[in-house]
């Protein structure tokens, strides 16, 4: 595989998005053997390449039987047509590598549809009429009038199918959204940061549950929610969410706009980043960014600097300087972890008030909800009924006294 960079004026920009493009390349089982970089000013506009480093790109394609090239820009249809006709190599641009990415680690049945449809979104425009498309044409009843040809058939069956698949997916996210308002009182925590920084890790040292770690680019699509581990009470939800990348696909940030809900009904954002990351500020800015495109960017947030185990003395200064409120650990070390499991823990703490509860004995189905939604500091009986003090936060507590 050859990658093909359209770089901006940064040169450190253009080094790492060229370093992305490689792990992008590598997550679908690619090797880069070689890189060509050529500047966007001045090209013809069915042009990615100009006319020299597309000779120079064709030579280097055949002489090294390289089969797939690499775009590290969205192309438009007539480029990527103009590129294969140059190499006689497949051509993929940035979305479809990613596409790619997502179609092959969508595991449950709403992160299919979600892909499927992004896909197929992204597949339309590039349906281009062959001579044979132009002879399948027919007329209407009777055999007159234009009809239909076959790119014009293909595209309305594309439309077709991305509205079944959408009626589906909204089908699912239903539920999800049932799932979402019972959840509406609960401590909720959510994961939030680049690909591969390491949210996947810490969900399970948080949690204790298997989800997939790998390191790999969008290893995790579904949205798992679980409690943190030893429990509190009331309980406190971590949702690990699908990473972000730069220029991710706008059709992907659609479809999958119903799995961030997940972030944007969130109590408190923790934002991992990976510190051994040179980039890692860049990522942690389209981070904020595409949270700002869904709305989610307004809950308080919480800064963790992960894999710190991969930096020097030196480099951890300047991080600790950079980011004074920001917690620096790794998510391998089972003390790292405790000291944020105590952050989160505190966070909600501070939100919560001390207050006593008297529930008649014809009400006592209210004691185990409050046991479920409050911290039960001491419980005593009596001939009114069930006498609790407890700590809760404030909206729990009047939805209480209301059932009573």
Not at 150 to 156: F, G, M, P, T, V
Not at 159 to 187: M, V, Y
Not at 197 to 226: I, P
Not at 274 to 297: K, N, Y
Request: with cysteine; net charge neutral; aromatic share 2%.
């Amino acid at each position: 595989m050859i990658g093909v960079q359209l770089p901006g004026v940064d040169d450190s920009v253009h080094a790492a998005s060229l370093q992305e493009l490689t792990r992008l390349g590598k997550t679908l089982g690619l090797q880069v053997v070689e890189r060509v970089a050529q500047k966007r000013s001045a090209l013809a506009p069915g042009a990615v390449l100009g006319e020299g480093k597309l000779e120079e790109l064709a030579a280097r394609v055949n002489e090294l039987s390289v089969r797939t090239v690499l775009v590290d820009h969205e192309i438009t249809p007539s480029q990527a047509r103009n590129l294969e006709k140059a190499t006689s190599a497949e051509v993929l641009d940035r979305t479809a590598v990613i596409l790619a990415i997502f179609q092959r680690h969508a595991r449950s049945r709403e992160a299919r549809l979600q892909v499927e449809i992004a896909r197929l979104s992204y597949l339309a425009p590039r349906l281009r009429e062959s001579s044979a498309g132009r002879d399948r044409q027919g007329g209407g009843i009777g055999g007159k009038g234009a009809g239909e040809s076959a790119i014009e058939l293909d595209r309305r069956k594309l439309r077709d199918r991305i509205s079944e698949l959408r009626q589906e997916l909204s089908a699912i996210e239903r539920d999800a959204e049932t799932r979402r308002r019972r959840r509406t009182e609960a401590s909720t925590v959510a994961l939030v940061g680049y690909t591969n920084a390491g949210k996947s890790s810490l969900m399970r040292a948080l949690t204790g549950s298997g989800v997939l770690v790998a390191d790999q680019l969008f290893a995790t699509l579904d949205t798992t929610v679980r409690a943190l581990q030893p429990p509190t009470h009331p309980r406190i939800l971590i949702s690990d969410t699908v990473g972000f990348i730069k220029k991710l696909p706008h059709d992907l940030i659609a479809s999958f706009r119903s799995t961030l809900d997940e972030v944007r009904d969130a109590s408190l954002l923790v934002q991992v980043v990976d510190a051994s990351d040179p980039a890692h500020q860049a990522q942690m800015d389209v981070t904020r960014e595409v949270l700002r495109e869904i709305g989610a960017d307004a809950q308080p947030w919480l800064v963790v600097l992960n894999k710190i185990d991969r930096v020097d003395v030196a480099t951890r200064a300047e991080l600790e300087a950079l980011h004074p409120d920001a917690l620096l650990l790794s998510a391998k070390r089972p003390e790292d972890v405790a000291l944020l499991r105590d952050r989160l823990v505190a966070f909600f703490e501070r939100e919560m008030v001390e207050d006593e509860v008297t529930v008649p004995y014809s009400r006592q189905r209210v004691v185990g909800d409050i046991h479920s939604s409050c911290r039960v500091l001491a419980e005593t009986y009596d001939e009114r009924g069930t006498h609790l003090r407890i700590r809760a936060h404030p909206a729990v507590l009047a939805r209480l006294r209301a059932a009573l």
